[in-house]
């Protein structure tokens, strides 16, 4: 295990260190000519290297006794469903066929392929199946509407879709297909493939739709990896932003291969002997990263869950921790807080003890939420690492390292070795101890970092634009807590929020109950939220001749599941003949804001209409 001399040996020469680490953590075919270069705004890690992720993460492990060694034990919602076992010798075999299966469906390397599928091994597969081919993948999570999905679909440009017919989620079962069916029309899909989970009667399209089983079937069980430049797009993945349109974010093969594998082996301490289960959906960076990535580069073990955590009991995930061992769990401390309002007396069913080390990611946790987590689930014994990183970074970036330290409720940590940030002012001065500021990333950029948004440069270079080209933006307030490096995070600074982990961009939710009929304008902001950290509240303008009604704002929220999905469902619908506007009729949000939070809204005799504001007021019932 490291100690602190890491940090000083890293920061030395941090390209160098990196590529150190490269040589030792991933199988290379060819070693790069260069570590890095950087050409503002754009950076590149191990450049001619070449590499493949599939051959990482399954061919070297088969060489070995890994060969046998469980890779992904999967867990059926249903508690009397028996879990599925996969050795990495059974998902290599897969993998192959599968990236067979597409070759056969007409995907070659560069071609995009859309992923919408739940928590079943079918998803790592398929991304590896993709990665193996060269072929990028773009997973979408699987409850997103089909109208995200379609939109990821036509952005992408994908070529063919895996989906599946059904899943179990909280005992119901939810037909996945019928939605995909509309997320591929006006797509260039051409090809549908589909996995079996729950027999259910789905509609096949003759000739775009096949049955995964069906194709593997007479899928060849070989398939040679191909000899991807460590500069190729591994993947895409959508991500919130400021505007009301996902940003595609990009993945490259090399950079995000030796981020992923080191952070997974020094966050979380990983050896042979560990169970790790990531409670994160793959239809996030986490899932990508921790929950299939990592883990498998490193060999290791790990926990695949389909379902809800409160199913059928409140404490399902206690029961996985107990059954299967789990070392190492790593969740969001939305979760965390769920769990203990349910009260202690479900973990306490279970005999936890093989926990060693716990995480969190996603949102800063508060301090209650981190000491329950220490002690109750932890038992006192298992350091808490904060992982504080972005859809953007690929792989954590800000943390305390098992072994190291400190572990300081709600101070994530330092930057990990090999990287380096600052907490800057407006003007780009460094912030001194105890002070808040901007968080920004230093040259060099992390290898896992994204390179590029999707067939849209402009929106990249946003990030690098904030300070003249010195810096990567996180757009995340932080404060720097002490002379070590050690730093809290404070929350977003821009218009995005994080609703129990998942982001939410409030221009994308403006942008979806405007489109409703009976709306003409509304405007989106955070509300705190005991458990889920933040919750989107909608201020809606509806048309003159429709009645406001709670039938209406029943209507409204199915319209957001519809377009965006669930996840995106405002909590509470204010209606109003006004928004409060300036007198160039600009809504002035940091209104509303301080309004839902009961705090004072300051002069609004500037408004076009104060008067808005009044009836706001009342409407939500603040108190002077
Ligand atoms: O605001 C930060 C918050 O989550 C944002 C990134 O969200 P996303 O791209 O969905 O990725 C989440 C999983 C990596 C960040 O800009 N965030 C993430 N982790 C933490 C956090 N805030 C505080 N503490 C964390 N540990």
Redesign the pocket.
């Known amino acids: 295990m490291n100690d602190e001399s890491i940090y000083a040996e890293a920061s030395k020469d941090r390209a160098a260190f990196w590529a150190k680490l490269a040589r030792e953590g991933i199988d290379w075919f060819k070693e790069w000519d260069e570590n890095y270069q950087w050409e503002p705004p754009y950076y590149r890690w191990f450049i001619n290297g070449k590499l493949n992720m599939s051959y990482n993460a399954l061919d070297r492990h088969i060489k070995t006794w890994r060969r046998n060694k469980a890779a992904i034990i999967w867990v059926p919602e249903p508690p009397n469903e028996k879990e599925r076992v996969l050795t990495y010798f059974d998902l290599y075999r897969e993998v192959n066929k599968f990236a067979n299966v597409l070759k056969s469906l007409g995907v070659r390397k560069g071609d995009r392929v859309g992923i919408y599928l739940p928590m079943i091994p079918e998803v790592q597969i398929a991304m590896l199946a993709c990665a193996r081919i060269g072929a990028i993948h773009n997973v979408v999570f699987s409850a997103f509407s089909s109208k995200s999905l379609q939109e990821r679909m036509l952005d992408a440009e994908a070529k063919v879709l895996v989906t599946v017919d059904g899943y179990y989620r909280r005992g119901k079962q939810i037909n996945l297909k019928a939605e995909a069916e509309k997320g591929v029309e006006g797509t260039p899909i051409q090809k549908v493939v589909v996995v079996k989970r729950m027999g259910m009667d789905v509609n096949m399209v003759e000739g775009r739709d096949y049955w995964w089983h069906e194709l593997m079937k007479d899928a060849g069980n070989y398939c040679e990896p191909e000899v991807m430049d460590s500069e190729d797009i591994l993947y895409l993945l959508y991500?919130s932003g400021t505007t009301g349109k996902p940003k595609g974010v990009e993945h490259h093969t090399g950079g995000y291969a030796v981020q992923a594998y080191w952070t997974t082996k020094w966050d979380f301490d990983i050896h042979d002997d560990d169970v790790f289960w990531c409670t994160a959906d793959i239809g996030?960076?986490?899932g990508h990263t921790y929950g299939c990535y990592g883990p498998l580069l490193c060999g290791a073990t790990m926990v695949e869950y389909e379902g809800a955590p409160n199913y059928p009991q409140l404490d399902r995930w206690w029961s996985i921790v107990e059954k299967y061992g789990v070392t190492v769990f790593y969740t969001a401390p939305t979760a965390i807080r769920m769990f203990m309002q349910w009260g202690e007396e479900w973990p306490n069913k279970h005999n936890l003890n093989s926990l060693r080390i716990l995480g969190?990611?996603?949102?800063?946790?508060n301090e209650e939420a981190w000491l329950w987590y220490f002690n109750k689930i932890g038992g006192g014994r298992c350091p808490v690492i904060?992982?504080?990183?972005?859809?953007?970074t690929g792989g954590t970036l800000i943390n305390s390292l098992p072994g190291i330290g400190p572990f300081i409720p709600t101070v994530?940590g330092r930057s990990f070795p090999g990287t380096s940030h600052d907490i800057l002012d407006e003007s780009g001065n460094s912030m001194g101890i105890g002070e808040g500021g901007y968080l920004v990333q230093k040259n060099p950029f992390a290898p896992g970092m994204l390179r590029n948004v999707w067939r849209n440069p402009a929106r990249y270079k946003e990030y690098f634009s904030v300070y003249a080209e010195k810096f990567y933006f996180?757009?995340?307030g932080a404060r720097r807590w002490d002379e070590l490096g050690n730093i809290r995070?404070t929350?977003?600074v821009d218009d995005v929020m994080?609703v129990a982990?998942?982001?939410l961009s409030t221009a994308e939710l403006e942008n979806a109950i405007n489109s409703y009929e009976a709306v003409v304008e509304s405007a989106v902001v955070a509300a705190p939220h005991d458990i889920k950290g933040e919750v989107p509240i909608a201020f809606v303008t509806l048309k003159p001749d429709v009645a406001p009604s709670d039938q209406l704002k029943k209507e409204l929220i199915k319209h957001v599941d519809a377009t965006i999905g669930p996840t995106a469902r405002p909590d509470k619908i204010v209606f109003s003949s006004e928004l409060p506007k300036t007198r160039s009729g600009k809504i002035m949000r940091r209104i509303l804001k301080s309004l839902i939070r009961n705090q004072s809204v300051g002069d609004t005799t500037t408004l076009m209409n104060p008067e808005s504001v009044e009836y706001l007021k009342k409407e939500i019932g603040y108190k002077e």
């Open positions: 991500t996030w960076v986490t969190t990611v996603g949102e800063p946790i904060d992982t504080w990183w972005q859809t953007e994530a996180t757009s995340d995070l929350g977003r994080k982990g998942h982001r």
